[in-house]
């Protein structure tokens, strides 16, 4: 049945929903959005940062945020590793295209066998002071679960951006991606900025798994339901744009939100993905697309 304060808490949990979406996909728009690298792998990682924060918050108390942060920079050292491999198998030769994502694929797959193996199948969650506890504004409720996400996930999102266009290595990641050749006669390796844009991009999943553990319990597998939305997002926000990646979330969260109030839970993906594929109609390079 329809109401206001239904409808108001309704678009109060899709922003705020869009806004986890947003530290899921803020990296994908810089690998797959700027340095056209298609890491499906992105949201297993994702599910790694998520058992991290389990693992730690489980043995020692530690707040599974803070845990998400102090990960980065390993995340971080591991995606340089990581296009590293990449380039030399793939890239270098130019076999990247499909190769590179059978590569990706394989990733996701072992990433998803050895979670299984090591943690079984159950699902997984954390404890922390702010989860369980809500605000209420009138008769808008503001759980704290989904606040404290939320509120991460706009800072991260604004950390980068501002990392992107006012650093010189922000600003070398996104001339790489528009003009590479001119990029090498400027005496810049293109191969090292690459390989510091992915290793920025997969820190970003450190993040975004101990914000999705605060949110709600994860599984090994869990990881599948976002590889669509976090591809879809960086394509609606404009292939690389970090403010067009994080309005695209929100618009996705609120969409998704509303049809699961007023709908049903089952018509939400199908909803959402006819909005964007509408947007994309009406508008192709995205909303913040050049």
Known sequence: MFSADLLANAVVAGVLLGGFYAAVAVGLAIVFGQIDIVNIAHPAFVIVGAYIAYL????????????????TPVFFLFGVLLYRIYFAAFERTGQESLSGLAFFFGVMFIIEVSLIMAYGVDYRLVQAEYIGQSWHVGYIDL????????????????????????????????????????????????????????????????????????????????????IGRAFAIVVLGGMGSIPGTFVAAVILGLVESLVSTFAGPSWAPAVAFGVLALTLAVRPAGLFGR
Request: no cysteine; proline share 6%.
């Open 56 to 71: 730690l918050n489980s043995r020692f108390g530690f707040d599974p945020v803070l845990v998400g942060l102090a990960a």
């Open 143 to 226: 759980p704290l679960r989904m606040l404290v996400p939320f509120a991460v996930s706009a800072t991260l999102a604004a950390g980068i951006y501002a990392y992107l266009t006012r650093t010189f290595m922000g600003r070398a990641i996104q001339a790489v991606a528009q003009d590479r050749v001119a990029l090498q006669l400027m005496g810049a390796n293109p191969v090292r900025i690459k390989q510091w844009a992915f290793g920025l991009g997969l820190a970003t999943a450190a993040l975004a798994g101990a914000l999705l553990i605060v949110i709600g319990p994860v599984e090994p597998s869990l990881g599948r339901v976002y």
